[in-house]
């Protein structure tokens, strides 16, 4: 068959402009994740995309009389609130451990289908108050996290062996807020790993990924009266917005924004913050940023506005704590709507118009204490403190709670964030995961 090469020359330059038009509509959208992960890959904090939204489905519509089937418990992972992340057949997180010499602060990866552990590395000290919060992030041959003493490791994915570390108090001055310490799940975005050190002329820094090189360091001025100087406890979340991607936390003075290519701070936002511990992640669609902090802090939605290398936070609606406050779990945007926990350390199942602030529902709290929430599948998943687990309806229009259970383990605060992958269900109560079966037959 002749091929005429002007015709292919002209089919090849039309799928290259369709592709270009999918991937700025993608953009448009304000996110988007530049690390190849697999299809049914949760490689870091939240998920792929760092917006705790699940893409699978076939889900169960409910769960029987007592839950899920637990197809599986795997011990050995030590005291800890970190969750998992799973790529690549393995699974990581963190945990404090017993040693010889005493306790020490590990990451930890597992072989997936026999629940072999693969490697430890010991990166720092305990964290004596529960264990370590970060969230491993996988990267390839790479995975990186912090511990709570503020100890920033990248290692090798197969082998747990240290390529490079950093420590953010002695390489970038860096300070927490307040006690707690360290909680971040650090950033990998293209050839950057992006953490949140909170130092005064390192609050934000870019390091290449490889080497731990210093790319930029962020000196974000004054940021405003309230609050405390210092990291927060959110992750960074990537972002196109007003066509510049850029990368949006909260720190222990509210929200900012710095240039994903130069480190300068682009915009801030003091009101969300509060003095104790600014806590959930941002959520972001468009030019529009939703922040919300608990402490009698409240919820607020702005509008990112520039006008050439000027930049706004424009304030759309600002609602006190009686309206809504996430105090820690935090919220997913499912099309238009917010769905999240209210209240100080209560967990009320709340639906908020996204660019409005309209509470659509707001119920009382299924079981004590603040709850993590995830969505897949047409439906919400809350995990309270104390335990229980709940499968919500994600419909605007009425609350309507499907399903409840309690976990085969509840090991003090069940502060870990649920994950979904292949159709299974995990949940960490400190030294246990729990694997339920959430497949539809």
């Not at 799928?15 to 996110?31: N, P, R, Y």
């Not at 990537?238 to 850029?246: F, L, S």
């Not at 936002?269 to 992640?281: D, K, L």
């Amino acid at each position: 068959m002749r091929i005429d090469n002007r015709r292919l020359f002209c089919l090849a330059g039309a799928i290259c402009s369709h592709l270009f038009v999918l991937a700025m509509v993608f953009a448009a959208w304000g996110v988007w994740t530049t690390v190849a992960y697999g299809a049914e890959d949760w490689p870091q904090f939240h998920g792929p995309n760092r917006d705790n939204i699940c893409t699978e489905t076939d889900l169960l519509e409910s769960w029987p009389e007592g839950g899920p089937k637990l197809l599986w418990q795997l011990e050995g992972l030590g005291r800890g609130y970190s969750t998992v992340s799973i790529a690549g057949g393995k699974l990581f997180t963190m945990g404090d451990r017993r040693t010889e010499d005493g306790e020490a602060q590990f990451v930890l990866a597992f072989d997936l289908a026999i629940r072999k552990e693969l490697w430890a590395t010991r990166i720092g000290l305990p964290h004596r108050d529960g264990g370590p919060r970060c969230t491993p992030t996988v990267d390839g041959p790479r995975v990186y996290a912090i511990g709570t003493d503020g100890d920033l490791v990248c290692l090798e994915t197969a082998t747990g062996k240290v390529i490079w570390k950093k420590n953010f108090a002695q390489d970038f001055g860096g300070r927490m807020m307040s006690g707690w310490r360290y909680s971040e799940s650090p950033l990998v975005d293209g050839e950057k790993l992006v953490c949140t050190p909170g130092g005064k002329n390192a609050l934000i820094v870019a390091l290449n990924k490889e080497t731990g090189d210093v790319i930029w360091r962020c000196d974000p001025g004054n940021l405003g009266p309230q609050g405390q100087d210092g990291a927060g406890y959110a992750s960074l979340i990537p972002a196109v917005i007003c066509g510049v991607r850029q990368y949006v936390t909260i720190v222990g003075r509210g929200a900012v924004s710095v240039d994903a290519e130069t480190g300068r701070l682009l915009w801030n936002y003091n009101r969300i913050a509060n003095g104790v511990a600014n806590i959930p992640n941002p959520v972001i669609r468009n030019d529009y940023v939703f922040v919300t902090t608990a402490y009698r802090t409240g919820c607020a939605l702005l509008h990112i506005l520039r006008d050439g290398e000027k930049w706004t936070a424009e304030e759309v609606y600002f609602y006190d704590a009686n309206h809504f406050a996430n105090h820690h779990g935090g919220v997913v945007l499912v099309g238009d709507y917010l769905y999240g926990g209210d209240g100080q350390n209560r967990g009320a199942p709340t639906c908020l118009d996204f660019l409005t602030g309209k509470i659509m529902w707001k119920e009382q709290p299924i079981d004590g204490g603040s709850a993590a929430v995830l969505y897949a599948d047409g439906k919400l998943i809350f995990r309270y403190e104390r335990g229980t687990v709940a499968l919500i309806e994600a419909n605007p229009k009425q609350f309507r709670v499907i399903s409840t259970f309690r976990p085969a383990v509840v090991d003090g605060p069940a502060w870990p964030h649920p994950v979904i992958h292949d159709g299974k269900l995990y949940l960490r109560a400190h030294n246990v995961l729990m694997c339920y079966d959430i497949k539809a037959q």
